[in-house]
């Protein structure tokens, strides 16, 4: 494992925000979703496209709080451009189970 600094890990935006709007991605090559995170008022509304479809439907993901980094650039996937990176942990059968906040916090709370 490579070790980084601490100035590097405190580069990295990961930001709390509620999912406002979630729905089939049937373009893309692996199943995924187009999801649209408020990270509140700072920091505004971002698309993500993201492949938790085994374990989350969209109606599940809706008014739920969820991790993302917001400081990568932009990334085009097929017609979407994406804008924030969520982040989950994967099962051994490949599943992603998203990295939550276990208490409400307010948007666009930064990870310490």
């Given at each position: 494992?490579?070790?980084?600094?601490?100035?590097?890990?405190?580069?990295?935006?990961?930001?709390?925000?509620?999912?406002?709007d979630a729905r089939e991605f049937p373009e893309a090559h692996k199943p995924a979703y187009k999801i649209t995170i408020d990270f509140g008022a700072n920091l505004g509304v971002?698309?993500?496209?993201?492949?938790?479809?085994?374990?989350?439907?969209?109606?599940?993901?809706?008014?739920?709080?969820?991790?993302?980094?917001?400081?990568?650039?932009p990334k085009q996937i097929g017609p979407f451009m994406s804008e924030c990176l969520l982040v989950g942990l994967h099962r051994d059968n490949g599943d992603v189970v998203l990295a939550i906040p276990d208490q409400p916090v307010p948007n666009g709370t930064k990870l310490c």
């Open positions: 494992m490579e070790e980084i600094l601490w100035s590097d890990f405190a580069k990295v935006e990961l930001r709390v925000g509620t999912v406002i971002k698309k993500t496209s993201s492949q938790v479809t085994t374990l989350y439907t969209p109606t599940e993901l809706i008014g739920r709080q969820v991790l993302a980094v917001i400081n990568f650039p």
